[in-house]
């Protein structure tokens, strides 16, 4: 069966970090581009990053440029997300979810993604 269970999420002060972890298994992992998703309350779900297992590829949305880092270890079909100076309006529960790399990936649509974890709550106070 295919899964993607993500972790590292919580509590975090302003201007602090998180590392969020997504552990997929069951597909071949190199075929497909990982992404990272949030939906915060009373928002729509919105793409943050990407990155394509195969060759490194990164996207990132514009509210995370420069805050936020995507990497992946091939070793441990794992990819994180690392989120540094974090705002109180990155709260939201974080998915990562998985996308063919010979789509679209890049433009995190959601419709474009095939695989869904159950999500990880971030929450930062303001």
């Known amino acids: 069966d295919v899964q993607l269970v993500e972790s590292g999420g919580g509590l975090e002060q302003a201007g602090g970090s998180l590392r969020l972890s997504c552990a997929e298994s069951?597909?071949?992992?190199?075929?497909?581009?990982i992404g990272w998703f949030r939906r915060a309350p009373g928002k729509k779900r919105e793409g943050v990053s990407c990155i394509s297992i195969s060759d490194g590829t990164t996207y990132y949305a514009d509210s995370v440029k420069g805050r936020f880092t995507i990497s992946r270890d091939n070793s441990k079909n794992t990819v994180y997300l690392q989120m540094n100076d974090l705002k109180s309006e990155d709260t939201a529960v974080y998915y990562c979810?998985?996308?063919?790399?010979?789509?679209?990936?890049?433009?995190?649509?959601?419709?474009?993604?095939?695989?869904w974890g159950q999500g990880t709550q971030v929450n930062v106070p303001s």
């Open positions: 069951g597909f071949t992992f190199s075929d497909y581009a």
């Open positions: 979810a998985a996308a063919s790399i010979y789509g679209d990936f890049g433009r995190l649509r959601p419709s474009d993604y095939k695989f």
